[in-house]
């Protein structure tokens, strides 16, 4: 069982920035394909990020490259999203989700645990 918590959403101006935490608890977190999505109201919940066990690989929507970067640390059972240069339509609740295959990252159905997800709501 892997459980995830994300932290560090909030409000922001447009062309700010966050960085989203994702604690997991589990012994065994670089086994993990670790990616994040975000649903915002009345849409369906989209990947963003994804990245490989060991970080070496890193996937990302077209919509957000060149302005967020996946990381993760394996030492610290974390996967973090920075978020720069934000915009409007980049708020949502974002979600850390675990999965053990990098043939499909983009699916909602490739990963099998989920955090609660956290808030992020860009201001014009």
């Known amino acids: 069982q892997v459980q995830l918590v994300e932290s560090g959403g909030g409000l922001v101006q447009a062309g700010g920035s966050l960085r989203l935490s994702c604690a997991a608890s589990?012994?065994?977190?670089?086994?993990?394909?670790m990616g994040w999505f975000r649903q915002a109201p009345g849409k369906e919940r989209e990947f963003v990020a994804a990245?490989?066990?060991?970080?070496?690989?890193?996937y990302y929507v077209d919509s957000v490259k060149g302005r967020f970067t996946i990381s993760r640390d394996n030492a610290k059972n974390t996967v973090y999203l920075q978020m720069n240069s934000l915009k409007p339509e980049d708020t949502a609740v974002y979600f850390c989700?675990?999965?053990?295959?990098?043939?499909?990252?983009?699916?909602?159905?490739?990963?099998?645990?989920w955090g609660q997800g956290t808030q992020v709501t860009v201001s014009s």
């Open positions: 989700a675990a999965g053990r295959s990098i043939v499909a990252v983009t699916p909602v159905a490739r990963y099998d645990y």
């Open positions: 990245i490989s066990w060991s970080g070496g690989s890193t």
């Open positions: 589990v012994r065994t977190f670089s086994n993990y394909v």
